[in-house]
């Protein structure tokens, strides 16, 4: 379907103003996939935070100036569809990714990431990135290990000192009543 000037223009905003918060881009090439894999593919993308879109490279290549998505210009030739993370850095790469395994005929062609091109191959990289709640779990446990570590140096000491368990003694005037 052919869009009109403002239709386009309507477009372009929209893909910019995504394009200036999103975390990361994966533009694939999508020719032989299927409706039903297009529309499970979009189901989920809305379920995770990918921003999921088919649109000419023309109108993409001015969508993304002037943001960090800028670099990936040059790359955008044949039709693409373009996935935007835009809560999660890894989102776009792991959906991606899900869809290609049962779909031989998408392929990723572009990664972006703060500014960088990077080889379509990083899309496996892209996608091991942690999800949010697995990043804060990460920095929860880095977090309480040095409280760990001085709890188990306390023991250590106390089990050299004789007896394993720590005793404070409480003179007997001490005692509440």
């Known amino acids: 379907m ?8 309507e477009v372009v905003a929209e893909l910019a103003e995504v ?18 894999q297009m529309t499970a593919m979009r189901k989920k ?3 995770t935070g990918v921003y999921l879109r088919v649109v000419k490279n ?20 044949g039709p693409l569809l373009y996935a ?6 890894g989102a776009a790469g792991r959906l991606i990714k899900e869809f290609a395994k049962g779909n ?34 990460m920095l929860a446990r880095v977090l309480a290990e040095p409280a760990a570590m ?6 250590a000491v106390a089990d050299q000192q004789g007896g394993g368990e720590v005793a404070a003694e409480i003179p007997a005037e001490a005692e509440p009543a």
Request: hydrophobic share 45%; charged share 25%; glycine share 6%.
């Open 84 to 89: 935007f993370s835009t809560e999660d850095p």
């Open 2 to 9: 052919a869009l009109n000037l403002s239709q386009k223009k």
């Open 150 to 155: 001085f709890a188990r140096a306390v023991k």
């Open 19 to 36: 394009a200036a918060k999103a975390h990361s881009l994966v533009a694939v090439e999508y020719a032989g996939t299927t409706v039903e």
């Open 104 to 137: 031989d005929k998408l392929k990723a062609k572009i990664v972006s990431v703060e500014g960088k091109l990077l080889p379509a191959g990083h899309v496996d990289v892209l996608a091991s990135l942690p999800t949010r709640e697995q990043a804060l779990a």
């Open 58 to 77: 023309t109108l993409a290549s001015r969508a993304v100036a002037g943001t960090g998505f800028e670099v990936v210009k040059d790359a955008l030739v």
């Open 45 to 47: 993308a809305r379920e």
